[in-house]
Nanobody, 124 residues
């Protein structure tokens, strides 16, 4: 599965963005997708996931209440609505997907088979 992110940019603190991740296959055939981010000098962290069949979602505590993950199966696209942005949200944001069930936690990078190239979010 090829994943292409878009929607990043530079915003002021308190602002919003909507990140998109378009998949090269039908999203209803994907088991789960997730958003990760990596700030300079830090490890990549999982911030949100969605199970494509049930719509169930989970979030990291650092973004809960400010970020919303969703998908549009008609457009084969995953979204991340990011609101109330803080300077510490500055990072490269990546989407990832797995076609099959995995016993690994959604926070584990090893769970996901396919990754996008990333989209940069800068908050000042």
């Amino acid at each position: 599965v090829q994943l292409v992110e878009s929607g990043g940019g530079s915003v002021q603190a308190g602002g919003s963005l909507r990140l998109s991740c378009e998949a090269s296959t039908y999203t209803y055939s994907i088991y789960s997708m997730a958003w990760f981010r990596q700030a300079p000098g830090k490890e990549r962290e999982a911030i949100a996931t969605i199970y494509l069949t049930t719509g169930g979602t989970y979030y990291a505590d650092s973004v809960k209440g400010r970020f919303t993950i969703s998908r549009d199966n008609n457009k084969n696209t995953l979204y991340l609505q990011v609101d109330s942005l803080k300077p510490e949200d500055t990072a490269m944001y990546y989407c990832a997907s797995t076609l099959r069930y995995s016993p690994l936690t959604w926070r584990s990078e090893a769970r996901y088979n396919d990754w996008g190239q990333g989209t940069q979010v800068t908050v000042s």
